[in-house]
Every structure is written in C-alpha cells, then in structure tokens.
C-alpha cells in the first residue's frame, strides 16, 4: 500500500514537468549519454565514495530512467506502479534508519550524473536533504581550448589539493585567486586547518546566499539563476571581507555583510558593465525630468570645495603613469579656481597602505576618491562598502563593480593613427612596438597600431617586445636587430634622461629624430567627471541599475585622447594624421571594421557588424603582420604580475 508521500512527491513532480514545458525547457531528467556521444571514448577515473552535494547532480548516465522524474528528480510514475511502491519502500528506510549504501555517479565537467540510485536522489530531495554518499568516477573531458574547459581543469587541480566538490567558478584564474586568498596554491595539498576554515566559510556564506537570493544562485536544476555560481559570489565576498575576518564573524554578521554587498555580487562578471563612450552620454540635469527635480545641486565654494583624493601605488618621480596622473591633478587644482580641493597619496603598494590612504581620505570628509591603477580596485571596494558617502572611481577596464565606477581612455584611437604615421616614415617596411604588460585594452593597442601600419604600407611588420618580462632588454634587442623605427613607453619617464617615448626613428648617426606620441589628457578627464558631480549630472545608481556597473570609456571624441606629432614631418604625413583624427573622432573610421585578420587566420569577416567593446577590451590575440607573442603571467616581472592577476587577458596559453 502506498502511503501518502509517494502522491505528494508525484504532484510535484508532474509541477515540475508542466513549469517546465510552459518555459520551453526539457522537463525530465537529462541523460549524460545523450548530450555526450563520445562518452565511451573518454578516459574515467574513479575517486571513491564522497559526499556530494545533491544541487550539484544533474541528471542520469542513461536514458533508461530519463523519463520517470522531472528534471529536478521528481517522481512522476503513477501511484499504483512497482516504480511508486520502491519509492516508498526507500522513503520508509530513510525515515526509519536512513539510507546507508551509497549511490554510484559519474561526474562530468562539474556535474554529477546518477549510474544507481536514481530513486535514493529522488528521496533525499523531497526530504530537502543537503547531500548524499556517492561512489564517485570522473569522465575526462577532451582538451579544446574552450574557456569552460579550461575552468574545469583549473576544477581538477583544485579538488586534488582539497577534496571539495563544491565550489565551481564560472571564469579562468579564480581558483588560484581562492587559494591565495587563504595562504595555499593548487600544487600542495591544503593542511587540515585551511581545508576546515574554507569549509566553514563557503558553508556559512551559502546559508546567508541562499536566504538573500531565495536559491536561485549559481548553476542549477530549478532553472531560474543568475549568471554566476556560489563560488563566483564567495570570492566577491573575500575580496571585501577576507579569510582572517570571516573567521571571526557570526553567521548573523556574514548574513549582514552578504546583504551590504548583494550588488556587488551581482556584478561579479563584466557582462553587466554600461560603458558610457562620451561625455555627452551622461544624464545631465539640463534634460529636466524627475530626477533633475528631486535631486538637489550642492554648490561648492573656496570655503566648502569639492574634496578630492588620489592613491597612487607608485611615486611620480619614477613611474610615468602615475607621473601622467599627478599632472591631471595639478591641472584639477588650477582649473576650479578654489572650489576643488585635491590631496594625493602615493607608494600605497599594499593593502593595508591603501587601506589607511583611505581611512585618511574619509577622516578628512573626502567627496571623491580616484585609485589609478587595476590593482587598486580591491581596496576601492572595501572602502567603497566602509564609507558610501565617497566617491570611487578606479582607472582600469572590464572589472565589474555597482559601487565602484570605473574609467579608462580608448588609447587605440591614437594608436591606429601612429601606426599609420610611422608605417608611411618606415624605410625597411618594420616597426619595433614596446608594450608593457598584457592587460585588459593593451592588446587592443597593439593591433590597432599594426592594422594603421598594414593599411599604410601591407608590407610593414611590426616586432613587438615587451618591458614587463623578465630580463627585458627592449631597446638593446631593437638595435641588435637594426630596427630604426620604434614605438616606445607612452608616457616620459621623469628621470629618463634619453626622452624615449612615442614614436621616434633612430637615426644613422644615432641620434633620435622625435615623430610623435600618444597624449592623454587625464586633466580633461578628471575635468569631465568632477564636472558632472558638480552640476549634478553624476546620478545616482538607479540610472544605470544598482546591479550594473559602469565604465567611462572616452576617445577623442571627448578630448582626453590626442596625438601630437613634430613639427619636422612632411606636409603630407601632417595632413594625414589630421584627416585621420577627424574621421576617428566622428566615428567615420573605426580601427576593428571590415575585414580583419590575426596570426592564426580571419578573425573577423568583412560586413560582419564592427567588433564590440567588449570584444575590443578582451582581445587575445595579435594582428598578423605583428611578430611576436603575448606573454604569461609567468614570463612577467613579479612587480606587475599581481595587476596583471586583477586585470591581464586570457590566452590560450
């Protein structure tokens, strides 16, 4: 006789199937066999009996009993079946003892399939179990190169030194980012302690997680998440509240803490970045409307100034960046006439510097806070949930935050025109190009400037060297190889006695004769923003969403990129350079349009729409008249490989 449990868990079963036919999903269990023809083919490998997580099981291995659960392992199997009365036989046990033999699995890229024991995962979901014992094989998949397998083999070496299941990510690199987070690596087994904190954490974060997002977190079977998994949130939460506080926090507080930065978790992945291209875009108070009626305008004077701060991670007087920045700032103090107000801090490398930078910049009533490099986002976002009353803008690319706005400038607009200038000045068809180090934006700067040099001259090369790796000797390797044409560092470098910047040619007799040289206005960029939050135009979150984050991404359309070229070049090679930025400027000639070819083959095809932001930001690969490679983060000098960590691109490599 079949008691009442059976009817009960069938109802929502067969809820399960009507949900999911009305939202165009299969409604059954999914069969790894199925989606997966090569199955036989792959390698397995057995990992003994585990507890595993039932919201990580997807499925079964065959289609045998595809059909008698809904797609969350419902049953759905009439009540007076042999199939109804085992059920309910294993709903007894349960209740009575519990059910002691572990099922057996096969897991595939993250998942977990059923080979037997179909009805005990049945039972132990409607019975809101957490996990069950599994005999455990792991189906290999092949090595494509595709970024989801890429992940899932970063997975591998972090179960090998854990033992966890549990947390997946759903982008390359964040497991080392975890593992370094709580003193390890992905080569040594993990000591018992870590393994018991990272336990605990992830436990009593999931618990907060699920209350906040009512379950619909990370990837699983009720088919209505968000775009991220747990894993993905945890490692936000750490970046502000890291493993040596979460220890010390009751599960009141972490519920606390996700709740302070539930928008941030939600802009854990780049796709929910607005990326405001002009100044003209901002919604401004001029255009009148709600929010221009209900949102008073402060006016600041030389008595009560707009407060703003700096955090260099360098010092002027030897970095170029942060030299370029501190101009910008200067330019700030000269053009507001007394009612913007600027401090900087610099040489704040680590975290407990920025942090302090920033408790000072609170204590002092600071309105903004700009940190000019990628590495400084983290900190930006702590400080950012301590003190809501600032400001923060960080200057890098593609990091997502809601709190924490971010501006960078589209440098491959003058890129593209000195590739052109200095193709059209090349005697022997080659340029050297000295980049820095592979982050997000450089690579785009490479390959505009060689696609301006291949439309100027199809046969010139461009021999690209690199001064962020190890025993770089760029300006050596350029002349042992004869190469007369160069572009060099982007900024002057303050004690750089030699002014090599820009493009230049190295003459015969050794001289250098100075060509041009990419100008960025950070000045007018500050300008630009601080104007906004001025006159009242800055907005609120609710203009972009509280679960986007938005980008300033200005060209020079906007001003705050130029090229400025000698006076000494040809007529001709002036007025090209002129007709160019005109027809950049206004959009009539976009860099990555139209047919365009990398060192592997078309990439991108004539008439296809012109390649996308994010697809110009992320770029991974080099044009094919370029010679040379893009670096690992291995190859790069341990002083930038922690920026590159935060913001570098992701290669195939």
């Not at 003193?183 to 870590?194: C, F, I, K, V």
């Not at 593609?398 to 000195?418: F, P």
């Not at 190890?470 to 190889?481: G, K, P, V, Y």
């Not at 992320?618 to 490679?629: E, F, P």
Request: proline content about 4%; hydrophobic content about 40%; charged content about 25%.
């Amino acid at each position: 006789m079949i008691n009442n449990e059976y009817p009960k868990a069938k109802r929502l079963g067969d809820r399960s199937v009507r949900r999911a036919i009305s939202e165009g999903r299969y409604p059954y269990l999914f069969a790894l066999q199925s989606f997966l023809p090569d199955y036989d083919q792959l390698a397995k490998i057995p990992l003994g009996v585990h507890d595993i997580p039932l919201d990580m099981i997807a499925g079964t291995v065959t289609a045998g009993r595809q059909n008698a659960f809904s797609y969350d392992f419902r049953p759905v199997l009439g009540t007076e079946t042999e199939f109804a009365v085992k059920w309910n036989n294993l709903f007894d046990s349960q209740d009575e003892v519990g059910i002691r033999d572990p099922i057996k699995v096969y897991e595939y890229m993250n998942r977990f399939y059923v080979q037997e024991g179909n009805k005990r995962v049945s039972v132990m979901v409607y019975l809101d179990g957490v996990s069950i014992a599994a005999e455990v094989i792991r189906v290999m998949p092949r090595r494509t190169g595709e970024k989801e397998v890429n992940i899932y083999f970063e997975y591998i070496g972090f179960y090998n030194v854990t033992g966890q299941f549990e947390i997946t990510f759903t982008e390359e690199g964040r497991y080392a980012k975890l593992a370094d987070l709580y003193g390890q690596n992905l080569t040594d087994r993990w000591p018992d302690h870590a393994l018991e904190l990272l336990r605990t954490d992830f436990h009593d974060f999931q618990e907060a997680m699920a209350a906040k997002s009512g379950n619909n977190l990370g990837i699983s079977t009720n088919g209505n998440n968000l775009d991220i998994t747990a894993g993905d949130a945890f490692l936000k939460y750490l970046s502000v509240y890291p493993p040596d506080t979460i220890a010390h926090d009751s599960k009141a507080q972490v519920a606390k803490n996700v709740a302070a930065i539930w928008n941030e978790i939600l802009t854990t992945n780049s796709d929910s970045i607005v990326v405001i291209e002009d100044a003209d875009e901002h919604v401004t108070k001029k255009s009148g409307g709600i929010l221009s009626a209900l949102t008073p305008v402060k006016t600041y004077t030389p008595e009560d100034p707009l407060k703003v701060s700096f955090i260099y991670s360098k010092n002027p007087k030897n970095s170029s960046w942060t030299y370029a920045h501190e101009l910008g700032r200067s330019e700030v103090e000269q053009n507001y006439e007394g009612i913007v107000r600027t401090t900087c801090f610099d040489d704040r490398g680590s975290d407990a510097e920025i942090d302090a930078a920033f408790a000072e910049a609170a204590a002092a009533h600071c309105d903004v806070v700009f940190t000019t490099a990628p590495g400084l986002m983290e900190a930006s976002l702590r400080a950012a949930v301590l003190h809501p009353e600032m400001k923060i803008l960080n200057c890098s690319i593609n990091l997502s935050s809601s709190a924490v706005r971010t501006y960078y400038a589209r440098m491959y607009e003058a890129k593209y025109l000195m590739g052109a200038l200095a193709a059209s000045l090349a005697d022997d068809h080659r340029i050297g190009y000295l980049a820095d180090y592979p982050i997000y934006g450089t690579i785009a700067n490479i390959n505009a400037f060689a696609i301006g040099a291949a439309m100027m001259d199809p046969r010139c090369k461009i021999v690209l060297k690199w001064s962020g790796v190890r025993d770089s000797h760029w300006d050596e390797e350029f002349n042992d190889e004869g190469i007369k044409m160069i572009s060099g560092p982007d900024y002057i470098r303050p004690d750089d006695n030699q002014r090599r910047y820009g493009v230049y040619k190295i003459r015969d007799n050794g001289t250098m004769f100075k060509i041009a040289a990419p100008l960025w206005r950070w000045g007018k960029f500050y300008d630009l923003i601080i104007d906004s939050i001025i006159d009242g135009s800055w907005g609120t979150r609710e203009q972009v969403g509280k679960s986007h984050a938005l980008n300033y991404w200005y060209g020079m359309s906007s001003g705050v990129i130029d090229v400025i070229i000698s006076d000494d070049l040809p007529y001709y090679c002036s007025k090209l350079i002129s007709q160019l930025h005109g027809a950049v400027s206004h959009g009539a000639l976009l860099p990555f349009d139209d047919e365009i070819h990398s060192q592997s083959g078309v990439i991108h095809k004539a008439g296809d729409p012109p390649l996308s932001n994010e697809q110009i930001i992320t770029m991974n690969w080099l044009n094919d008249n370029v010679i040379g490679s893009i670096p690992t983060e291995n190859e790069l000098v341990a002083s930038v490989q922690s920026t590159v960590e935060v913001s570098g691109v992701k290669t195939d490599k």
